[in-house]
């Protein structure tokens, strides 16, 4: 049985003082992470979660909010000589953005020679074989430039669906489709926002979809102050979920 701890459920402002976006899952097939927000390696900390045993993070978008931690989740991993390989699975052009986070947040501070990491770039509809798992990634609606996609992971016999950012897009139907676990952004709850959806879209559509789980995450104050109105399971810092 595969478990998730939402690491962090909070938009890119913190609201509530949740963390940003990040989960780990813990699974026989390999422990990852689905995304890796600015606020991760607290978030993976408080947890109780040993950086060392994540194999592979998998990236949505390249919004901070997302993966703004990933260059201090390599730095530890290279001053604490992190030996085995790390897998980053995300759109293109990951490396090169990390390589000028790196340079601006740490200049002369030595971590490509330290790590073995190999990147792994997704194309819309096609399924990525990485050891025990497979990704396949869907485009969703959301800024075009940081290239943002909803993920459908299989694992250990799983399916591990995820918005990422979007607003509404007929994709999160067959990204969703029996999925064991759906987590699915919902940054408002009545208010419509661009790139974002709210509670009552969502609500009208849950017709068309098919999970056989499903929580809600990325929230806004505005859907916050509202949780008593949302009859789905919202995710909060520090939750476990098995599946």
Wanted: some cysteine.
């Amino acid at each position: 049985m595969a478990e998730i701890t939402i690491i962090g459920s909070g938009d890119a402002f913190g609201s509530g003082g949740r963390m940003s976006t990040c989960f780990y899952v813990k699974a026989d097939g390999g422990n990852f992470l689905i995304d890796c927000g600015a606020s991760a390696i607290p978030g993976i900390k408080k947890n109780g979660i040993n950086p060392d045993d994540i194999d592979v993070v998998l990236l949505s978008h390249f919004h901070g909010d997302h993966y703004g931690g990933l260059p201090f989740l390599l730095l530890e991993m290279a001053v604490y000589g992190r030996l085995k390989p790390l897998v980053i699975v995300s759109p293109p052009g990951c490396r090169e953005r990390l390589e000028k986070l790196l340079e601006l947040l740490y200049p002369g501070t030595e971590v490509w020679s330290k790590l073995k990491i190999n990147f792994y770039e997704y194309e819309a509809h096609v399924t990525l074989n990485i050891g025990l798992l497979k990704v396949t990634a869907f485009p969703v609606i959301h800024t075009a430039e940081v290239l943002p996609h909803g993920l459908r992971i299989q694992v250990d016999g799983k399916i591990i669906a995820y918005s990422g950012d979007t607003s509404w897009t007929d994709e999160l139907i067959p990204l969703s489709a029996d999925a064991d676990l759906f987590i699915c952004e919902c940054n408002f709850f009545d208010l419509e926002v661009k790139n974002h959806l709210n509670y009552q879209t969502l609500k009208e559509k849950l017709v068309l979809l098919s999970y056989k789980k499903i929580f809600l995450t990325h929230f806004d104050n505005e859907m916050m102050r509202n949780f008593d109105r949302v009859e789905l399971p919202c995710a909060s810092d520090g939750m476990r979920i098995a599946f």
